[in-house]
Each structure stands twice: as structure tokens, then as C-alpha cells.
């Protein structure tokens, strides 16, 4: 099977724009998850989607967002960039309640 | 809440000889117990999982954890390390009752020589 892919791998940006991040997850998996990692904070949870629906959301302001369509596939989205924004957005996906297995991530960049 | 410490930020070992990558946790419910490696400008691969039965879990390349309910541990192990071991290893915590956010450590850089 493919592994997760994300979309795109680089991105360069500056403040005040929005970004939109995709994650095509394995075929057959239906639990899309994201995550942010930097070097002061690590790897922190944005949210996690099943079958279109938010089950549950990590500690982010309201300018991250995220979706899932029905063919699973995810969108995260973030609005009035700032420059601690600049990260490694990781998406991975999982069958219910197993393992997460991660994509190779979008670096993004706000300058 | 769920929380999860890797107490070393580096550990250091030579080719040939065993590795070991400590990590432990805190949880409220059921722990569900990963580690992934990863390796620079990559994403996480999965190395192994445990979520029930046996304590001692054998994953990819030669890697084993060990769970320890008493302890709230899961160190992972490899009983002969290679040079191309040597990446950024994460430990990771689910509540598997109820939750489905995985939570990290911040990682431990393992370094083998030659």
C-alpha cells in the first residue's frame, strides 16, 4: 500500500497569509490525525478526524482548522499566519483506534 | 491527562554493543504505548506498539520494548545497535479507553559509532 502523503513538502509563506495543508491518508484508513513539531515545542496534537467528523482537538487557537472529506482525505488550514507558526505539519492515519502511521510532513515557513 | 518523559536527551553507544531508550509514562485510562523513529527531514515511522497481551513487544529492525505496568515504563531496547540506528526516537502515549490523540515525548537523539 502507498504510505501517507502530504502536500506540499515545502511551503514559504509571510505573516498574515493562510495556508491550506493536504494529507491523502493509506487506502482504507479512515482516522486522519495532525500534528505540529518545532524545536521548542515538539510534537503537539492539532486534531483528529473519523468519517468527516471531529472527535477531538488539541490546544491551538481557532486559526488552525482542519476537514475530512468522505473519500478521507484531509485539509488543515491556517489563517493569519504568524512566525511562530513555522513548523513540520505531520498528518497520519490509522484504521479505528490503532496505530497512526505518519506522512513525511509539510515544512512550513513564515517569514 | 496523559503525559509521556524521555529523561535522556542523547544516549550514545558503540556498533555491536545494546541500546536502550527510556520512557515513561502517565495516563488515566488503558495506556496504548508507541515508539517511532525519525530520521532528519522525515516523518515518524512506527516501530512498535503495545496495547495488550505480552509485556515484552518485538517491532522493526530488531527493536523490543518492554511494558511495566508498575514502573510506567517502556523502554525500548535493541540487544546489538548499528551506525544506522542513530536517529531521533519518540515515545508516545494514548489513552485507549477514551481518547484518541497520541501524546510525545520530546525525544531522545541516539548516536552509534563505528
Known amino acids: 500500500k502507498a504510505g501517507v502523503t502530504q502536500t506540499p513538502r515545502y511551503l514559504i509563506k509571510t505573516r498574515g497569509q493562510q495556508v491550506t495543508l493536504s494529507c491523502s491518508p493509506i487506502s482504507g484508513h479512515r482516522s486522519v490525525s495532525w500534528y505540529q513539531q518545532t524545536p521548542g515545542q515538539g510534537l503537539q496534537f492539532l486534531f483528529e478526524y473519523f468519517s468527516e467528523t471531529q472527535r477531538n482537538k488539541g490546544n491551538f487557537p481557532g486559526r488552525f482548522s482542519g476537514r475530512q472529506f468522505s473519500n478521507s482525505r484531509s485539509e488543515m488550514n491556517v489563517s493569519t499566519l504568524e512566525l511562530g507558526d513555522s513548523a513540520l505539519y505531520l498528518c497520519?492515519?490509522?484504521?479505528?483506534?490503532?496505530?497512526?502511521?505518519f506522512g513525511p510532513g509539510t515544512r512550513l515557513t513564515v517569514l | 491527562a496523559q503525559s509521556v518523559a524521555q529523561p535522556e536527551d542523547q544516549v550514545n553507544v558503540a556498533e555491536g554493543n545494546p541500546l536502550t531508550v527510556k520512557c515513561t509514562y502517565s495516563v488515566s485510562g488503558n495506556p496504548y504505548l508507541f515508539w517511532y523513529v525519525q530520521y532528519p527531514n522525515r516523518g515518524l515511522q512506527f516501530l512498535l506498539k503495545?496495547?495488550?497481551?505480552?509485556?515484552l513487544v518485538k517491532g522493526s529492525y530488531g527493536f523490543e520494548a518492554e511494558f511495566n505496568k508498575s514502573q510506567t515504563s517502556f523502554h525500548l531496547k535493541k540487544p546489538s545497535a548499528l551506525v544506522s540506528d542513530s536517529a531521533l526516537y519518540f515515545c508516545a502515549v494514548r489513552d485507549g479507553t477514551n481518547d484518541y490523540k497520541l501524546s510525545f515525548g520530546a525525544g531522545t537523539t541516539v548516536t552509534v559509532r563505528a
Open positions: 503495545y496495547i495488550t497481551g505480552d509485556n
Open positions: 497520519a492515519s490509522g484504521p479505528l483506534d490503532d496505530t497512526q502511521y
